[in-house]
Structure formats: structure tokens, C-alpha cells
């Protein structure tokens, strides 16, 4: 292999790494990783995203190289708008969904003869079941990886084209790119994953809080696209 095509497919693995962590991609993830109280699972569902992502921009690849299809800028901004969408439901049904645990109550007692009354939040009963079903939930991250792969995905299989000597060559990039990717939210969704394992069986509030902050963030990035003022 030419030496300067392993160095641009070494290239193409730390940008697929740095490509992960963009503020969208991240949002999305921790939606699903905040529904996991295991880390294998957690990293499972940034390997199904990493699946997505790379399938999308392959196809992206096939159908602009093989059939000499330019993807419209257009179609570019319809994408961003649907994953700002997405973004913004998704972490409206995560906040909905933690605010679904609290209970309040009024408990009465007697305090000193007199009787008092205060207003107590409980967490409601989590399941707690803990095996793990590699594709259980596979389908909602497989997606939003390929809804983030063809979000700028044209522009960049164009980029790589100009780049790369030879339609092969520009594959293998594209493939090489999506193991960066696949790699990085692997990682990241392992790391988000760790306060949710942490505060599995020690604070149900603080996890209840986590997800409402989580599924709050991932609705303000989802606005900010939809502004303009967001990231791709």
C-alpha cells in the first residue's frame, strides 16, 4: 500500500474518533445510554450507531461514485432539520420518562403533641432486569447512525473522492472513517454509561436528576439546529 494512502487512512481513523464526539451525535447517544444500567449494554448501543453511520455514508459512496448522483445542499438541510427533530424528541420522552418515576405524597405525624404535615417525592419501582440482549434496542441507535451518516455524508464522500486516487481507495477511506466512528462512540457511550452504573442501586433521585438533565441538554442542542446556531 502507498505510504501516502496509509497515512490518509490513519488520518481518517482519529477524524472518524473526533467525528464521534460532536455535540448531535453525543446528545443523541446519552438519550439511550440514560435508559441503561449496564455498561456492556451502554457500549453496545454506540456500536450500533457506529453501524449505521458507516452503512449510510458506504451507501452515500455507492450511489455518488457508481451512479454520478451530487447529493443537493438541500437535501443536506432537510437531514439536519429531521436530526434536530429527532433530537428534541428524544429527550422530551427521556425527561418525560424520569419525571414518570417521582411520586409525591403527604405524610402526617405527630411532632412534639402537634400533628405536621410535609410533602415527600418518591422514586417509583425500576426495573431490574439485568441480562443482556445484544439486540435489544438495536434499532433506535442503528438508525439515528444512519440519520447522522447521511447528515453531511454527501459532502463528505465528495471531499474524499477529490482526495483519494482512486474510487477503491476512496471506499476503504470511507470504511476506515466509519471504524474511527464506530470506535469513538464506543468508547463514549461506555463512559456515559459509567454515573448511570454508578447510581444504579445507590441513588435512585440523583439518577432520576441525571436523565432529566440529559434528556434537557439534548432537547437544547436539537433547538439550536433547528436556529441554525447548532452543529452538524
Known amino acids: 500500500m502507498d505510504a ?3 497515512v490518509a487512512l490513519g488520518l481518517g481513523f482519529l477524524l472518524g474518533l473526533r467525528h464521534a464526539t460532536e455535540a448531535d451525535h453525543v446528545a ?3 438519550t439511550f445510554v440514560s435508559r441503561e444500567r449496564g455498561l456492556l449494554r451502554s457500549c453496545l448501543r454506540g456500536t450500533f450507531w457506529g453501524i449505521g453511520h458507516t452503512a449510510a455514508l458506504l451507501i452515500a459512496g455507492v450511489v455518488i461514485i457508481a451512479f454520478r448522483v451530487r447529493i443537493p445542499p438541500e437535501v ?3 437531514v439536519e432539520t429531521c436530526i434536530a427533530l429527532v433530537l428534541i424528541v428524544l429527550g422530551g ?3 418525560l420518562r424520569a419525571v414518570g418515576t417521582l411520586s409525591v405524597h403527604r405524610h402526617v405525624h405527630v411532632h412534639g403533641g402537634a400533628p405536621h404535615s410535609h410533602f415527600h417525592v418518591h422514586m417509583g ?4 432486569h439485568d441480562h443482556v440482549h445484544p439486540l435489544a ?4 441507535p442503528l438508525l439515528m447512525g444512519v440519520l447522522h451518516g447521511l447528515g453531511g455524508g454527501g459532502a463528505l464522500v465528495l471531499v474524499v473522492m477529490a482526495a483519494m486516487p482512486s474510487p477503491a481507495a476512496a471506499f476503504l477511506y470511507l470504511l476506515v472513517f466509519g471504524a474511527g466512528s464506530t470506535a469513538g462512540m464506543l468508547v463514549l457511550t461506555g463512559l456515559m454509561g459509567i ?7 445507590r441513588s435512585r433521585h440523583a439518577t432520576t436528576v441525571l436523565q432529566i438533565v440529559v434528556g434537557a441538554v439534548s432537547m437544547l442542542i436539537g433547538a439550536l439546529m ?3 446556531s447548532g452543529g452538524a
Open 4 to 6: 501516502s494512502l496509509t
Open 28 to 30: 443523541a447517544m446519552s
Open 76 to 78: 443536506d438541510r432537510v
Open 93 to 95: 420522552h427521556v425527561v
Open 125 to 128: 419501582d425500576r426495573d431490574s
Open 137 to 140: 434496542g438495536a434499532r433506535q
Open 195 to 201: 454515573p448511570f452504573r454508578l447510581l444504579k442501586d
Open 226 to 228: 433547528l436556529t441554525g
